[in-house]
């Protein structure tokens, strides 16, 4: 006979695999938005620009030598970047268990998603231009990370487009302009789109 304990841990475990799969529903919605503008951005007519990849997770163009993609990538995890978590909160978070933070109004909203655009030429790994994280009520926080550093947050009942389109057309200069030319990142650099969600998922 099932105990009264193990009948929390599970009831438990179907609370936290139901606010993941709300991350990741509110993460496609924005990966389907982010998409539909890049595509609009690089829809000049230009013979050097061509889609090569369009699936439910990764869009990929060509533009001369360099390739440039979007993709969802697959899961959701903490979210531990400095710039967007108050010092009160990076001590919480710190302490608390992932079940803890999740049933935490205050704190779950740190439970995101991931959406990256990325680049690559011939001659360099794949290169993480700009990342996008997406939480439970459609908050996105935006940080850049090849050309000069910056970080948005928008909340998800006040996301623009104008601004959304800013950032994709930032992306897409610093993949023309800047992905090449800095030494090599191991933090930045990847072989294949599934790296950036292993383990603890990697680059978070």
Known sequence: MTTTKTMKAIEDKQKIIEFEQEVEGKTFETYTLLKRLFKKEINTGNENISIITENDYTFEVKVFDTIIGCSMIEGVALLKEEEFISDENFERIRMAS??????????????????IFYSKTESTKNIVLGRFFVNNYS?????????WKQHEYYKGDNVKISELTTLIELNINNALFEGTIYWKNDNLTFDNIRELGIGNKIGF
């Open 139 to 147: 908050d996105i926080f935006y940080k850049t990370e090849c050309g």
């Open 98 to 115: 992932y079940k803890k933070i999740i049933n935490d109004e205050n704190l779950n909203g740190l439970i995101t998603g991931m959406i």
